[in-house]
């Protein structure tokens, strides 16, 4: 199959698609020998009338937990309402409350699936500054929604606690209120700045060893609390560091869409557990590559999920955070959703030429499920958008 895609010298290049073959689901869910989250993304309904840019969009609920039902089959658990979710960036938390609720029951009916849900502060208003109490009562908040629905929480970064702290001390005294107050083991999340340039110096500063040692003292303390904590700095050495600290029982979950397929496999600081965003749109290969390193195959589980590892820097490529917008570009190419439309308008955030290096790249890792399908989107996407047919 061939298509004609655009080049960086504005050239119209021919591709010759490496895979034909559509991808089949395994009859039963695998199993993995690593904890392999994978953060969801959502589904909008572009047919109802809402604020494209507004933080309040109309969900497409059915396809919505249609492509949670697809990660569960293939052997992953969801992280629910995360980045990936586009928190903060499209989805508020109205709309992040009902998706936890309705992805909680909807879990409930499929036999072995398991999520856990992202609980934060984004429904203080980010206009103003707030006190601690006010940030501890906010996740309480949150953290109510997430535990009341049947979840364990994910206890995502706070713009609002970043803005108001002080020391350290500030970030130990709130995680050491909302810890103690769990129902729950909880998964923190350290998002670096990449993501979210309002989260630049968590923990109380911007030297990263100084941070890890303020997240280290927290973890330490409530270690019996703590299923792990997802490290998303897009720098393998730092999570190394941080994993090769960690007290017993407690699972780091690399978060680094740039280096996982390494740090999922270990050496000898340890290994990796995972809650990444990037295992939404290769899901099927990440699957089957799980399966070979949990049979001990690493050769096959890195010629697998290698090439996966470049089309993921293309996604997460500066402007890291406009990354949702390849990941649901995928979902559309791949015929989970019937349009490529997007909370906040996101699908504007990128350039043609980066959706069609996002095409070359699925192609040759072989996520691109339904071949012929995604060719006859893509050309219709190139028709539309830059009058290439």
Known sequence: MKIKLPEQDGAIQTYVMQHREDTSTPATPPSFNRIAYAAAHVVVDPRYAYDPWGDSPRVDWDKTLAFREYLYGLGFKVAEAMDTAQRGMGIGWPTASEL??????????????????????????????????????????????????????????????????RSADDYKNVYDAVISASRNKVVLHWLGEA????????????????????????????????????????????????????????????????????????????????????????????????????????????QLITPTVALSRELFVAPTQYYKAGVVFLSWLNGHQSHFSMAGGMQSARSVLHYAEVFRKADAAGVLIRPELAQRRMGEFLSLHAGID
């Open 195 to 302: 993501f979210d340039a309002s989260l630049a110096g968590y923990w109380g500063s911007s030297d990263v060893a100084t941070a890890m040692g303020t997240v280290l003292d927290i973890i330490r303390l409530h270690k019996g609390k703590i299923e792990g904590i997802k490290i998303s700095l897009l720098n393998a050495e730092y999570e190394r560091q941080l994993r090769s600290q960690l007290p017993a029982g407690v699972a780091m979950f690399t978060g680094d869409d740039y280096n996982y397929g390494d740090l999922i496999a270990g050496d000898s600081t340890g290994k990796s557990h995972a809650l990444l965003g990037i295992f939404d749109p290769i899901a099927p290969v990440a699957s089957r590559a799980l399966v070979a390193l949990a049979a001990g195959d690493t050769d096959r589980y890195h």
């Open 100 to 165: 936890i609720r309705r992805s909680v029951a909807h879990a409930r009916t499929i036999p072995g699936a398991d999520l856990a849900c992202g609980a934060g502060t984004d429904h203080l208003d980010n206009a103003r500054r707030h006190s601690l109490s006010d940030i501890i009562a906010a996740y309480g908040d949150q953290f109510d929604v997430v535990e009341s629905a049947g979840a364990r929480p994910i206890m995502m970064a706070s713009r609002a606690l970043c803005a108001a702290a």
